[in-house]
């Protein structure tokens, strides 16, 4: 059950016709990971604590850097050098105690990624490399976790819903890693962007409204500004999802 403050907290939201207090109520016994808390994971983890997803479990192992500070938008100057999982769970705590936070400083590895999943019911990708996308990919279908993929260049940015048995998977869609050579360039708004819609799909899913990007992926351009939705395709021999996997 919610409780009085927690009405008033989430009242706006709730407006939503199909976010009514049961849907609430949804969300507070719900548990998500977001893995990653850079560009991506500091606008999901924010919005997700906002809206009053219950339980959010932050995977990093990473500090934060003065060159981290125009995207991510959890960490302040005066935290520079200090633990990302430390500083995004204090921060995220303020802004709504209602919600459990764990912290976990890790990196996603084979040997720890169902641990780390543990009760989790979604995946918010806040990733910055295909290899650790993959290990997280393999166990969200092994696990039937929905993974919501989110991934951002420049003023570029794409995302989409795996969802498990049903549309093509990470492996799918990226079949070969690319090789990643230093920094890459990025705008801070632009991972606000595909985290926030990251977020819209976690949240819809959880309140059983169904997300609208399960097997599409959106692919959004900032320097025109345009939206372009793609259709996914299942690699029926995919090594990870394919027919002889099932
Ligand atoms: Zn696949």
């Known amino acids: 059950m919610l409780t009085s403050e927690e009405l008033t907290r989430y009242s706006r939201q709730m407006l939503i016709p199909w976010l009514g207090a049961e849907a609430q109520e949804r969300l507070k016994s719900s548990h998500v990971l977001v893995a990653g808390i850079g560009g991506l994971g500091c606008s999901s983890s924010l919005f997700l604590t906002s809206a009053g997803v219950g339980s959010i479990t932050l995977v990093d192992f990473d500090t934060v850097g003065l060159s981290d500070l125009n995207r991510q938008v959890i960490y302040w100057h005066e935290d520079i050098g200090r633990k990302k999982v430390d500083v995004a769970a204090e921060g995220l705590s303020r802004l709504n105690p209602d919600v459990r936070i764990y912290p976990r400083d890790a990196k996603i590895s084979e040997s720890n990624v169902y641990d780390l999943l ?4 979604i995946v918010v990708d806040g990733l910055d490399n295909l ?3 993959y290990i997280l990919n393999s166990a969200c279908i092994k696990k ?3 993974y919501i993929y989110g991934s951002v260049l420049g003023l570029r940015g794409a995302m989409t819903v795996i969802i498990p048995g049903k549309t093509p998977c990470l492996r799918c869609i990226y079949p070969k890693e690319r090789v990643q050579t230093g920094p890459l360039p990025v ?3 632009a ?3 595909i985290a926030n819609l990251q977020v819209i799909e976690a949240i819809k899913i959880l309140a059983k409204r169904g997300p609208s990007l399960a097997g599409r992926m959106v692919v959004f351009h900032g320097d025109t500004m345009k939206f372009i939705t793609l259709e996914l395709k299942k690699n029926e021999v995919c090594e990870v999802c394919g027919k002889e996997q099932e």
């Open 144 to 146: 039937g976790i929905p």
């Open 118 to 121: 543990g009760v989790a019911e």
């Open 191 to 193: 991972p606000a962007i």
């Open 131 to 133: 290899g650790a996308r």
């Open 187 to 189: 705008l801070g708004s």
